[in-house]
């Protein structure tokens, strides 16, 4: 006969209330450190500025749009360079094949041998 306090789950109830405890500390050391902690002198003009250049570069993306509005450029390719054309450039690559090939077969051979 067992005691009724092994079929308890008890390790999962201390788990929790030290998870519980360990987010409240967390919580409170943050408050701490917030309630601590000074601006620098220049965090105030930073964030003015940083917000009057996105105002504008709203306002500016805002003009250009509608200004381009309806207006769409037609898409021009360069054209293709002449000399990929070039017979030249396909007898090249085909002897560079060739020899690579032939290379192929050498090396096969001397480790055959």
Same mark, same amino acid.
């Given at each position: 006969? @067992?005691?009724?306090?092994? !079929?308890?789950?008890? @390790?999962?109830?201390?788990?929790?209330?030290?998870?519980? /405890? +360990?987010?409240?500390?967390?919580?409170?050391?943050?408050? @701490?450190t917030?309630? @601590?902690?000074?601006?620098?002198?220049? %965090?105030?003009?930073?964030?003015?500025?940083?917000? /009057?250049?996105?105002?504008?570069?709203?306002?500016?993306?805002?003009? +250009?749009?509608?200004a381009? %509005?309806?207006?769409q450029?037609?898409? !021009?390719?360069?054209?293709?360079?002449?000399? $990929?054309?070039?017979p030249?450039v396909?007898?090249?690559?085909? %002897?560079? %094949?060739? !020899? /690579?090939? $032939? +290379?192929?077969?050498m090396?096969?051979?001397?480790?055959?041998?």
């Amino acid at each position: 006969p @067992l005691p009724p306090s092994t !079929y308890q789950r008890r @390790l999962k109830v201390i788990e929790q209330k030290q998870e519980a /405890r +360990r987010e409240q500390v967390k919580q409170q050391s943050k408050a @701490l450190t917030k309630a @601590l902690q000074k601006p620098f002198s220049f %965090e105030e003009r930073s964030n003015l500025r940083r917000s /009057r250049s996105l105002s504008a570069l709203d306002t500016d993306s805002k003009k +250009r749009k509608n200004a381009t %509005e309806g207006k769409q450029t037609k898409f !021009y390719a360069r054209p293709m360079p002449h000399h $990929i054309f070039d017979p030249e450039v396909d007898e090249r690559a085909r %002897e560079e %094949e060739a !020899y /690579r090939q $032939i +290379r192929i077969k050498m090396r096969a051979e001397q480790l055959l041998a």
